[in-house]
């Protein structure tokens, strides 16, 4: 009896055991595997223990020599290395401490691998990935830094310092991440940092309008279309000064015959309904500089804000670096050696996307339904097939071939239901992002670079994603660079699909990159970009037409162009500035229509508000809420009826083409509600619009009051990288908006802000939000975030040696090679 | 009593050298094969040795660094107060350790039962 009661008591324990050692799904989530993980010896109650204890001196193995790190008192790190392996060794170990979770989840998920942590919700995105060809980016980018070779003993000795610190590692020791997933860390390898790189070429170039604009053109006409989307925006100043003369031959393009590709003549793409969609970049970036004739220490002063989906932990990383032969302070890409956006004593620099078009879609026509042939310039051409493997954790793997011509991999074939719905099924894409490249090596040069030529010639590595890339010295110099590969097109090429049958479409070279948009010592002593066109319709190459709209760039210049004597201070107040220029004028004209209307108590009430109402999107502010709502009202009636037809929608013209309507001809037919007998103008539109928007606000929060105010209307949030519930930040009361120089939207902003004044020493001040600890169980997770959201600044510790006299330096320590 | 002291002694023990979660089966097996009288026994003594062990082990924690992870992770898991994880805690480590002590009883029978008096 007694061993039947063993067996049965030891067949409960073998099951208790695998039940509460594997995670389980509830409700569309994973729980953790609950015996694991509230272990208190190994599970999550460790994952705070001495998270905030700064290592002492320790001997490493795979250091050449003595590196010496101090650590301020916002735990950035301060490394002193004997050599550059040694530097970038330790910015591999002391980044993996912090952020080794977030270092390796970024790079499985571009790689195509979360499947392999999550199981298969997982799996689309990695399809996707695979599919546009990230892995394969990846490796080409990889051969490419692997010959040179400073950039191959850079991300070979970052990787070296990972290693050390994830092999120090004991299970108990992991990051709660890998303890809530239920997985442990791989070795890291070059191929991560290339990985991580191109994940922000996806971020930044990966954007594709051309699907939606070819539905447009197909609703409305090619010349309505190219009318509504010019390539050049309304009101839009360009980064480079209009007057500037281009030495560049005149181009000759090769011209296609006069046939469009249309969506629906293809044999096998399907037409999909969409909804008009928000065509304005969420995110977007800014920075300017000044030269000492328009400072007050008579030196120039720079200042950087990319501005970028928020997360915790945060993309930034900050940290100094210090080799004999240089010393760079900024913010670094945890899993890339370097530093991207910073300053030495010599110069600083920032970048802003660049927003040019660095990818294509091209329509095919493939022979039959085995896609075997596609059609180009009168031939056949085979395909040629990747096989890619999926490892799908707890469920069945997988394994696929993807279609690859020689425009590029084509994500979707006729007939699939596509990840993005940018991406048409049926079409190749052609991205620079494939392109052997070599973006470590720019940095890793710009980082030491003492001079404008050491600028130049550092950024001349960069190729994709195309940058804005800001600089000044001590030395006086103020510049700014458009830079990164870019293909010669056509005027509008590009801006549609593509025909993938005929050569005339494909890319014939590349713009020189003597040729490429760039502004040295301009005399108006000022320099800046914010995503918008870099040039004007005078420069003779095609670079795109999805810049972002004037306001934000207009409002930079506005300020620059005011300012004398500038400080420090007044360029870390611009970039808290949160005026809205684009409210400042149709604001007025909104308010005209409406002149002598009579609304409801409610509405009375809101025109009162906007009626004083400064065009600042502050926190508090109820305006704010009323304007947004009402300018997208107006959007939707405005455009709404033009751009849906036959069950399908194209894109919305943006806003600031709108507001050139209203303000040149407010009677125009696209204000017409094609629904209706009458003919409607602006003006009805306006109030049509106007009164959608207060009573559409009352139902939702009531009265006019607390939860009208823009920060409660819109709050911010950082969500966790792995959407993990509980480990973000939410209910954020943040001032700005996307078009204003305080760029926030619910889900992005200012990642970081940097100041520098250049001197005999440089001072600068910086933030981003976030933490320098990736741990959610430490105190320095999120303990820069609430200052973020007041819109403070740091002064930055810019530390010349390790024996510099400084207060409040929270540790130091020397590592030495074994 | 005494299986629930050696239980918790033991699981406490040699978590602190070696912190692997499935001690919480093994520790409390060998306390009740060489300490139980019956199968309940072995089960409540060393469940309760067993779920001691882990919650003051999550108490000192809770108290220490583990502070700011425990609430991120009551948030995470909705049940609203990290000293609610304790009893969480306390539960999983009570039930595995329980069954153990329980299959270490009808092993080897324990210590037999209680002469009668």
Known sequence: ?818 | MLSIMLAFILLYGIQLLHPAWWWVFLAPAVVGAVTARSGWSGFFGCGLGAGLAWSLAAILELAGDGSIVSGRVAAMLQVGRPWLLVLLTFAVAFLCGGFAGMAGYYLTGGRGKKAQR
């Open chain 1, 1 to 818: 009896m007694k061993r039947v009661r063993f067996v049965f008591t030891a067949v409960i324990v073998l099951a208790l055991f695998w039940a509460l050692g594997r995670p389980w799904p509830v409700a569309g989530a994973r729980i953790p595997p609950a015996g694991k993980f509230l272990s208190p010896f190994a599970g999550f109650w460790v994952s705070g223990r001495a998270l905030d204890e700064l290592p002492g001196d320790l001997t490493l193995s795979g250091l050449d020599g003595e590196v010496a790190v101090l650590w301020d008192d916002r735990r950035v790190p301060h490394i002193f290395a004997g050599n550059d392996y040694d530097a970038w060794f330790m910015q591999g170990w002391l980044t993996a401490r912090d952020r080794l979770w977030q270092m390796e989840f970024q790079t499985d998920v571009a790689a195509g691998r979360l499947a392999e942590i999550i199981g298969s919700d997982g799996l689309d995105l990695d399809r996707y990935h695979r599919r546009i060809g990230l892995p394969l980016a990846a490796k080409n980018a990889l051969e490419a830094t692997s010959e040179h070779p400073a950039s191959l003993t850079a991300v070979t000795a970052y990787a070296a310092g990972v290693n050390a610190w994830i092999n120090s590692l004991s299970p108990a020791d992991l990051p709660l991440e890998y303890k809530i997933l239920d997985y442990s860390p791989e070795p890291w390898t070059p191929i991560k940092t290339a990985l991580l790189m191109k994940s922000m070429a996806l971020t930044l170039s990966g954007n594709n309008a051309e699907r939606g604009m070819t539905l447009t053109r197909e609703i409305l006409g090619r010349d309505a279309s190219n009318r509504l989307f010019p390539a050049h925006r309304p009101f839009t100043e360009p980064i480079v000064p209009k007057e500037t003369p281009w030495a560049i031959p005149e181009l000759v393009h090769r011209v296609p015959p006069d046939k469009l590709p249309t969506l629906t003549e293809w044999e096998f793409t399907p037409v999909v309904e969409t909804e008009p969609k928000e065509t304005e970049h969420a995110t977007g970036s800014n920075h300017w500089a000044v030269n000492g004739s328009r400072t007050a220490s008579r030196k120039p002063i720079l200042a950087g804000d990319p501005h970028l989906p928020l997360s915790l932990p945060s993309i930034w990383y900050e940290i100094q670096i210090t080799t004999p032969e240089y010393s760079a302070y900024g913010v670094s890409l945890p899993g890339a050696p370097g530093i991207l956006i910073g300053f030495n004593r010599d110069i600083a620099w920032s970048e802003t996307n660049g927003e040019s078009d660095a990818l294509d879609q091209y329509l095919l026509k493939f022979r039959n339904g085995d896609f075997e042939h596609y059609f180009h310039d009168g031939d056949w051409k085979p395909v040629s097939w990747i096989t890619e493997e999926y490892r799908v954790r707890d469920g069945k793997n997988l394994k696929e071939k993807i279609a690859w011509t020689h425009h590029g991999p084509v994500p979707y074939l006729p007939g699939e239901k596509p990840f993005s719905p940018q991406l048409v099924p049926g079409a190749a894409m052609r991205w620079t992002a494939h392109d052997r490249s070599n973006e470590i090596r720019a940095f890793l040069e710009l980082n030491r670079a003492s001079d404008y030529n050491g600028f130049r010639s550092a950024i001349a590595h960069f190729d994709n994603p195309l940058q804005n890339f800001l600089f000044a010295s001590q030395d006086g110099d103020i510049a700014i660079h458009h830079e990164g590969k870019l293909p010669v097109r056509r005027e509008g090429q590009g801006v549609y699909l593509s025909d993938g049958t005929d050569s005339a479409d494909d890319w014939p070279g590349w713009i020189p990159r003597g040729q490429m948009p760039r502004v040295l010592n301009p005399s108006r002593g000022y320099l800046g970009s914010a995503n918008q066109n870099p040039v004007s319709s005078s420069y003779p190459y095609f670079l795109g037409n999805d810049f972002a709209p004037w306001e934000r760039s207009a409002r930079i210049f506005h300020l620059l162009d005011v300012m004398e004597a500038i400080t420090p201070e007044r360029m870390l107040a611009m970039q808290n500035d949160t005026v809205g220029l684009y409210a400042r004028k149709l604001l007025p004209e909104l308010l005209a229509a409406l002149e002598g209307y009579e609304g409801t108590e409610q509405e009375m009430q809101g025109l009162k508000i906007l009626r004083n109402w400064n065009h600042a999107y502050d926190a508090d502010a109820i305006g704010p809420t009323l304007f947004d709502r009402w300018q997208r009202e107006l959007l939707n009636l405005t455009w709404t009826d033009e751009i849906t037809q036959g069950g399908f929608s194209g894109r919305r013209p943006k806003r600031d083409t709108t507001l050139q309507l209203i303000l040149d001809d407010p009677g125009s037919a696209w204000f017409d509600d094609r629904d209706t007998e009458q003919i409607e103008t602006f003006t009805d539109l306006a109030l049509a619009s106007f009164q959608a928007t207060v009573s559409g606000l009352a139902e939702r929060l009531g009265e006019p009051g607390e939860a009208w105010r823009w920060s409660a209307f819109r709050p911010s949030r950082l969500a966790h990288l792995g959407r993990i519930p509980g480990l973000g930040r939410t209910g954020l009361h943040t001032s700005g908006q996307y078009g204003v120089i305080r760029a926030t939207t619910s889900t992005s902003g200012q990642s970081w802000r940097m100041v520098v004044a250049l001197g005999e020493k440089p001072e600068a001040w910086g933030l981003y939000p976030g933490g320098q600890s990736g741990h959610p169980g430490s105190r320095h997770y999120d303990d820069f975030v609430d200052d973020w959201v007041r819109g403070e600044a740091y002064p930055l510790l810019f530390l010349d040696s390790p024996e510099d006299p400084v207060h409040g330096l929270a540790g130091r320590a020397t590592f030495r090679g074994q």
